[in-house]
């Protein structure tokens, strides 16, 4: 970890703590005005997704589009925004995928995870979308997001990249 990540996860916890101490908001509201928000929702059916991937119904499928990224340069304080579309599909129609998604971002060799999270999801089209604000002093560069979504039998990574100017 380099110093500016060391010094932003300092000020962070720092934060977190005077803010939960002096009862001003809680921690999650602290945390998600920081490091930002991330929702997922059904966008397509399993029908309607079966039918645009042309799915035969033989094995279970995970299917996970490139990720959009924006705004492609950043600069410190700016929020950033993935989106990304994914979609599982399994020949039993009423089954649900217990999924595992974990998203990091990266600069050289130093990597943050900036989300971990396992669900049940039901089959059909989704979108995640996360958004974060950038520290305001963050190194400029080119960053990468690594997203990895993983199901019991499938698993996908996808790559995307935004640029952080002074």
Request: proline letters at 4%; a positive charge; hydrophobic letters at 35%.
């Amino acid at each position: 970890m380099n110093y500016a990540s060391e010094k932003f996860l300092a000020l962070l916890i720092a934060v977190l703590l005077q803010i939960s101490i002096s009862g001003c908001a809680t921690i999650q509201e602290v945390w998600e005005r920081i490091m930002g928000r991330q929702f997922e929702k059904e966008i397509r059916t399993r029908e309607e997704a079966a039918k645009s991937y042309g799915y035969k119904g033989l094995t279970d499928e995970l299917i996970v589009e490139p990720p959009t990224i924006t705004p492609h340069v950043a600069g410190p304080g700016d929020k950033v925004k993935q989106e990304l579309k994914f979609t599982l599909l399994s020949p039993q129609e009423e089954r649900r995928f217990k999924v595992t998604k974990i998203i990091d971002i990266s600069i050289g060799r130093d990597t943050i995870e900036l989300e971990r999270k396992k669900s049940e999801m039901t089959q059909g089209t989704h979108i995640s979308i996360l958004q974060f604000v950038l520290p305001r002093d963050i190194e400029p560069g080119e960053y990468k997001i690594t997203t990895s979504i993983s199901t019991d039998k499938r698993r996908k990574i996808v790559y995307g990249s935004f640029k952080v100017k002074k």
